[in-house]
């Protein structure tokens, strides 16, 4: 099997051009091909892991990655998805960002000579002419076809900026210049970018000429993809600092039932046929599947250490023994008391448990909080500094588990 079949088969491949010429080039080792990643915050997310472990899997197959850092787009924000304008970020907040992604991203991919790139559209963007823009670029786009585009039609009822609407042609443009300047022949980018990529091969034949071979192909973004990355309104983050390995270990450990598989195909690097067996699975087998899961993808980010400390502690508290050694830690300090108490809905605030106390206290009255095994019945219990002589163990819902010490 060939590594564009194994991508089909993993559940990759949503929407292709040139199929056949994509197939053939894959897996003859000979794509050129770039993933944008627009730096809107200062780490990735496990939303980001199926085109890093794409990435990954063609540059093993000896095709070679462009990894572009939108620098220069992700000062417009790309309406794809989205009910509202991006905050508009500082010059040094992308910068910043960028520096981020690029150290996150050598966990993944061999950088190097003759190995993968990585590149800045700020390079290229920032400073084109406007006008020469239009006049070089502007020609090759019809406003009713991009009116029709899935990513600005879902926006027109509630309003999308001209400002936003120049992103599609930015995107674009980021496909012709690296094909001219990079010799990168192929394009990988979510479903939800569909319109934005075509333009891009568009415009490279329109400019170049028909025999001009860009090729496009969009990764399978279906609801679990959408979601991927995301748990209580809240990012899961490939940065340590913002989320442990044992936060993300726990992530991944909780995957719905009908997604465990799907995840395990698109995600991790074992074999197929190891998977094939798996999809028989059901009842307690599902959790078993749940764990290699979450070792898998924390062994990727955080490396094995990481992967085995988080699977320890997660094991232990699913079986009932609350090893809170590599369990998720804030600190307390005196400034935090008053009077020498604290509410508990202020430590959940306070480790981001919870948003507000409103959430804390519907959240106390559903029977959603437990203390040390004890649950919480009173909304505004509270500890007093006495009560941080030995662990304190926060349990929201089921599953998420936080603990609190005093310094």
Not at 110 to 136: C, H, I
């Amino acid at each position: 099997m060939g590594v564009y079949e194994e991508l089909v088969e993993r559940g990759l491949i949503a929407q292709v051009t040139n199929e056949e010429e994509i197939r053939e080039m894959v897996n003859a080792g000979k794509a050129k091909f770039y993933i944008g990643f627009d730096c809107t915050a200062d780490s990735l997310t496990a939303g980001h892991f199926m085109a890093l472990t794409l990435m990954k899997r063609l540059q093993m197959a000896g095709n070679q990655p462009i990894a572009l850092i939108g620098g220069g787009t992700t000062m417009i924000g790309d309406p794809s998805g989205r009910t509202d304008m991006r905050k508009m970020l500082t010059r040094e907040d992308i910068d910043h960002n960028a520096e981020c992604f690029r150290k996150q991203m050598e966990r993944f991919i061999e950088f190097g000579e003759g190995k993968a790139q990585m590149v800045n559209n700020a390079d290229w963007l920032l400073d084109l002419n406007y006008v020469e823009l239009l006049r070089e670029v502007g020609t090759c786009f019809s406003v009713n076809n991009m009116l029709r585009a899935e990513c600005y039609k879902q926006r027109m009822e509630k309003g999308l900026s001209f400002f936003e609407f120049n992103y599609m042609i930015m995107q674009s443009y980021d496909f012709y210049y690296l094909f001219k300047n990079y010799d990168c022949n192929m394009q990988f980018g979510g479903d939800d970018q569909w319109s934005n990529m075509l333009g891009g091969t568009e415009l490279i034949r329109k400019k170049l000429g028909k025999d001009a071979h860009a090729m496009t192909i969009t990764l399978l973004t279906d609801s679990q993809g959408r979601k991927m990355g995301k748990t209580a309104g809240n990012a899961v983050w490939l940065d340590a600092e913002k989320t442990s390995p044992y936060e993300f270990y726990q992530y991944w450990r909780n995957v719905d039932d009908a997604d465990v598989i799907k995840c395990i195909k698109m995600l991790t690097f074992l074999p197929l046929d190891e998977i094939r067996n798996m999809e028989s699975w059901e009842g307690s087998q599902l959790n078993t599947a749940k764990e290699i899961l979450a070792f898998e993808l924390t062994k990727l980010v955080h490396g094995d250490e990481e992967a085995e400390k988080a699977q320890q502690a997660a094991r232990a508290l699913f079986g009932g023994g609350a090893n809170s050694e590599n369990m998720p830690t804030t600190e307390l300090s005196a400034d935090d008391f008053t009077e020498g108490s604290i509410l508990i809905l202020d430590m959940m605030i306070k480790a981001e448990l919870i948003k507000s106390r409103g959430e804390g206290r519907r959240l106390i009255q559903q029977g959603g909080v437990t203390l040390n095994d004890a649950k919480i019945t009173e909304p505004f219990a509270s500890l007093t500094v006495d009560d941080f002589g030995g662990d304190v163990v926060v349990k929201k819902g089921k599953k998420i588990f936080h603990k609190f010490i005093l310094i």
